[in-house]
């Protein structure tokens, strides 16, 4: 299956970083969780450096390697009962330049998560939905969910056996610099969530054994 370009121009951060043509992106960790992650072009030159505050949390910056410029602040707020929150901050300008509501969804087959946002732009709600498989090495990104005929815009894969390196393919029209964002942000939280699970699963086996 490949991307498909909106049939509008999806154009949340900055219109220079809508792609005209496909364009594709390497995403680097070594382990998980990880509290920096790298971002390559497609010739595998890191571009971005994304950093989190802590091994556990949420805040994010992203930084200009070629400048060393830090370019934008991400901040995540967890809810027990409703939607997390989420925020992107223009760290030159000060100001918050795109808001989120984050929910999961999960299903037999595979692990589920819905961004619901207002674009600024169009003035109009929209969502994105995350689509992991259930080994986790693949995901696919829906312009609006699948089942109401969202369009893939984006989609991912491990290409590593070593290592965690995921190739990411985004669609025409869409603005890079948000995508890459938003990706990163919940592939974070759903290997963090994972990781976790497995912990606290492998310390009720070590309790039940003991």
Do not use: W
Request: hydrophobic residues 30%.
């Amino acid at each position: 299956m490949t991307v498909t370009s909106p049939n509008e121009e999806l154009c949340i951060i900055d219109s220079k970083y809508v792609n005209e043509k496909e364009s594709l992106y390497y995403l680097k960790f070594d382990y998980i969780p990880r509290t920096e992650y790298l971002l390559q072009d497609s010739n595998h030159n890191d571009i971005f450096k994304i950093t989190y505050s802590g091994l556990c949390t949420y805040d994010t910056i992203f930084k200009d390697i070629k400048s060393g410029q830090e370019l934008y602040k991400c901040e995540r707020k967890e809810h027990l009962t409703k939607s997390n929150e989420f925020k992107i901050k223009d760290i030159e300008k000060d100001e918050t330049i795109f808001e989120a509501k984050i929910s999961k969804k999960n299903s037999l087959t595979h692990y589920k998560y819905l961004v619901t946002f207002t674009n600024k732009v169009t003035g109009k709600d929209e969502s994105l939905e995350f689509v992991f498989s259930f080994s986790g090495q693949e995901c696919k990104v829906y312009y609006g969910e699948k089942k109401k005929e969202g369009k893939l815009i984006c989609q991912s894969s491990n290409i590593s056996k070593t290592a965690y390196e995921n190739k990411i393919e985004i669609a025409s029209n869409v603005d890079t610099m948000f995508m890459l964002i938003i990706y990163n942000e919940i592939v974070h939280s759903h290997y963090l969530e994972n990781a976790t699970m497995q912990g606290v699963a492998l310390a009720s086996t070590i309790s039940i054994m003991s």
